[in-house]
């Protein structure tokens, strides 16, 4: 009889099994194990025990320990057919690693964490469908300091497709939006604020990314909210008409000021789409992904080409502000061609305005710059360009 298929990746060598496993997803498991490794590199010899709740073939709860320095691994899958082939991937741990299987829902082991008082250094939960549900409890679940990685393929509601089901599953508006990707992003980010600041915890955004089919977030749970955190929870509103773009807090909420749409100081301008409450702060920690990058050179822990590049764009933009356009939306607005990025950029940020581009899209602007010095400022660099 032979041997059924192996995949590897990284330090490990698996069966995937029948169920269902993307290879392409290796970026998002080369970051936990990265993620893994910044805990187990910041702790004074201190345990990492690592919770994935949903495990599927096992891959990611194998490559923790193989690479992340986990000193305790739970795997776990709701499915009871995949708990022998969870055994014989697993059974690839070194001994020294502490090792624990089962096959409960995700809400059973995260109340059974619950009752037991038990709590991990990282929580990861790559969700199928949306996890709102299980925020509450994953977050019980993690350690002070510790991290909780939370995917979700529910893009619908998040990107504004479904506006009923956004306000059902995260208590917040989703509406069309140019860059729909930063704000499911940003929805995901605040429901777990405010569900750690209900439980009088803080939390800190480490990753944001997304390739548009899921959306995925890395956070530590701080002990209590930072000074000024609950500013960082607010609405973001686009005019489809103009294109601008305004963020309030919800500490500050007044009213919007008007557009640069015809007519819109009177009231008869387009509506406004409103987005929130959402996070408005930044989405990634630069000196988390510095390190991240500096322990894969460091070897230990693998990161292939794509993730490496993926990283340094998103330490790169540490995305303080929601407000952000496609070039392509903006060339569209001005009726000429898309803009230079990067000369776009330098421009602004010589005008004295935060202005990145979007590590979470690639070919887009993020900027705080007024919007009419956007256009104006675009308009001239499409014009020098053109007269070369």
Known sequence: MSEPPHYCEG???VETGGGFFRP???PARDFGVLLARTLAAAGT????????????????ALRY???GGATA????DADPDRLPLLERNLARLPAAVERQLSTATAQQLLAGCLVEGRRFELVDLDAFGCPAALVPLALEAVAFGGVLYLASTDGRSATGHDRRAAVRR???AARAHPASWEIALRLQLGLQARTAWAMGRGLTPLLSFSEGRAFRTAIRLERHPARGEEGQLGLVAHCHGCGDQQVQSLLRLGRWRPCGCSGAPSGDGPALAVSGPIWIGPLQDPATLMAMLQLAE???AHLERPGRR???RLRHDPAATPRCWPVDVIARHLGQGPPPLAQLVAALTAEGFATAASGVTAGQLRSEAPWPLILATTRGLVATTAAR
Request: include cysteine; glycine fraction near 24%.
């Open 45 to 60: 010899d201190g345990p990492v025990q690592v919770l994935d709740g949903m495990a599927g073939c096992g891959i990611r």
């Open 24 to 26: 392409a997803s290796r």
């Open 65 to 67: 320990g193989l690479e």
């Open 298 to 300: 460091g070897g230990g």
């Open 170 to 172: 995260f208590g917040a």
């Open 73 to 76: 691994v739970w795997a776990n």
């Open 11 to 13: 330090e490990a060598v």
């Open 310 to 312: 993926l990283l340094e």
